[in-house]
């Protein structure tokens, strides 16, 4: 039996650090390289960091929601997440861990590879997280369970 594999592009960024923050993801079919789903959202005041894995966080959220046993082939432009989440640097801040622990969790019970792209590998994500900011929409949702059924509500740890 083959196992699925998703795609997921994370970003993150802040105007000012921290400043007016926002985040955007997306989840491609990994055959096909269809855009299977797009999470955004404006944080309010934040750091580029805690915008970087708001964006890593909706994005597994939302693979997971498409198919829980999927393996996830995880890119993001931010290589400090990436560090982080496989364990080859360490998360001192204590707002940093609970992110990552956030994300470990959703990720449980599954196969995931992180990868860091370049920024301009990264444009449709980044497009998202420049949208949520620019329009200051709490959440955008397209595609694959728009209706908000993959969201949990977290804005209280961050």
């Known amino acids: 039996m083959t196992v699925r594999t998703l795609i997921v592009e994370a970003d993150g960024g802040s105007r000012g650090n921290p400043g007016p923050a926002g985040y955007g993801a997306l989840v491609r079919d990994g055959d096909t390289g269809e ?25 597994l959220r939302a693979a997971r929601g498409i198919d829980p046993d999927a393996a996830l082939d995880v890119r993001l432009d931010s290589r400090l997440i990436v560090e982080q989440m496989t364990g080859r640097w360490k998360i001192k801040h204590p ?39 620019d329009t200051e929409a709490l959440s955008i949702r397209r595609g694959h369970d728009a209706d908000g059924r993959d969201e949990e509500d977290d804005r209280g740890l961050f």
């Open 35 to 59: 855009v299977l789903a797009e999470r955004a959202g404006f944080l309010g005041v934040a750091t580029n960091n805690v915008a970087e894995y708001r964006g890593l966080i909706a994005g």
């Open 95 to 133: 707002d940093m861990r609970a992110l990552a622990s956030v994300a470990r969790e959703i990720a449980k019970g599954t196969r995931v590879t992180f990868a860091w792209q370049p920024r301009s590998d990264n444009a449709d994500a980044d497009a998202l997280a420049n949208e949520a900011m």
